[in-house]
């Protein structure tokens, strides 16, 4: 059974056009038109994707994304006529997974709905590693077959892009790992495409989520320069 993706605009010329490329690759398509219903529709639990624009009435992307972000785990994709960086990070920083700038090229849209539905639906390994045993790391519990982190014994929320990033962390304990490097396994090979930015939010939600003191990491640290790293314990 193919993916249920849900597509919210405005305009409904842009969610017609994007339905028809879905459904063509096999994708069932729900479609919404501002926030308020695509946060009603995010709760079918057969949506497992969702490409969001920012700018709606009623209730606009970002609020949208927020609320959703409540209640469900799944990828979204933001799609916004704003280009530049700061709104990208923006987008990132509220829990989307990804973010595409309008016009879009058809096949590139595509090509990050099938990587971020990989990643829902499989969450495979970002290595060779067999996923076995509990990784222990301080107050950091990881454990690979339930694709679980755990922190001084309780379960931690994370999204599919962030089990990831964990993941290839906690097993690589002490291993440098550049932007370029993350993105590259955690995205599935993926052009790097404004990867250091990308990759930097969801270092900070992580940190936000497992650190005492997020702005003084004591597990998840940059290393200036080179890259990121899961301090060994």
Avoid at 55 to 64: F, N, V, Y
Avoid at 95 to 103: E, M, Q, R
Avoid at 181 to 191: A, F, H, K, L, M
Wanted: proline share 4%; glycine share 6%.
């Amino acid at each position: 059974m193919e993916a249920c993706v849900l597509v919210v605009d405005d305009d409904r010329e842009i969610v017609q056009a994007i339905a028809l490329l879905l459904e063509k690759e096999g994708y069932r398509v729900l479609r919404a038109y501002n926030g308020l219903e695509a946060l009603e529709l995010a709760c079918e639990r057969s949506v497992q994707l969702i490409l969001l624009d920012v700018m709606m009435p009623r209730l606009d992307g970002l609020s949208a994304l927020m609320k959703i972000r409540e209640k469900r785990n799944l990828p979204i994709i933001v799609l916004s006529a704003k280009s530049e960086d700061s709104d990208k990070i923006l987008g990132l920083s509220m829990g989307a997974d990804d973010y595409v700038s309008k016009p879009y090229n058809p096949q590139e849209l595509l090509a990050r709905v099938r990587s971020q539905l990989r990643r829902y639906t499989r969450l495979g390994d970002v290595h060779a590693e067999e996923r076995s045993g509990e990784i222990v790391n301080g107050r950091l519990t990881y454990l690979p077959e339930a694709l679980e982190l755990r922190v001084d014994g309780e379960p931690v929320r994370l999204t599919a892009t962030e089990t990831r990033i964990v993941d290839l962390l906690m097993r690589n304990l002490g291993r440098i790992f550049p932007a370029e490097e993350i993105y590259r396994r955690v995205w599935d090979g993926e052009e790097a495409y404004a990867s250091e930015n990308t990759v930097m939010v969801h270092i900070r939600h992580i940190r936000e989520k497992i650190e005492l003191n997020p702005k003084e990491p004591e597990y998840l640290k940059v290393v200036w320069g080179i890259g990121y790293k899961m301090e060994k314990k």
